[in-house]
């Protein structure tokens, strides 16, 4: 039987993360609420834009990533095309 392997992404970087230090409520809230906690938190972050890269590389599509939310990162794939 063979059985493909793919090498796991380099997740290193999360440990750096300031979401990691705060939880994960603020950046995957309920449908519909305030988004805008994580925004704040995500400003300070040093690796943000390495967050965003990994959501927009493997098509994050729920909470926020890189300062995003859903809809923004979903704007940002349409206007790349």
Not at 12 to 40: H, I, M, N
Not at 48 to 65: I, K, N, P, Q
């Amino acid at each position: 039987m063979h059985t493909d392997t793919f090498p796991s992404p380099d997740l290193t970087w999360q440990a750096e993360a300031l979401c990691a230090q705060t939880g994960g409520d603020f950046f995957f809230p309920e449908p519909g609420s305030s988004v805008r906690e994580a925004k704040r938190i995500c400003g300070l972050c040093p690796i943000r834009a390495t967050c965003l890269e990994y959501a927009l590389s493997h098509d994050m599509r729920f909470g926020v990533w890189g300062g995003l939310s859903e809809k923004e990162r979903l704007e940002l794939r349409r206007a790349a095309r």
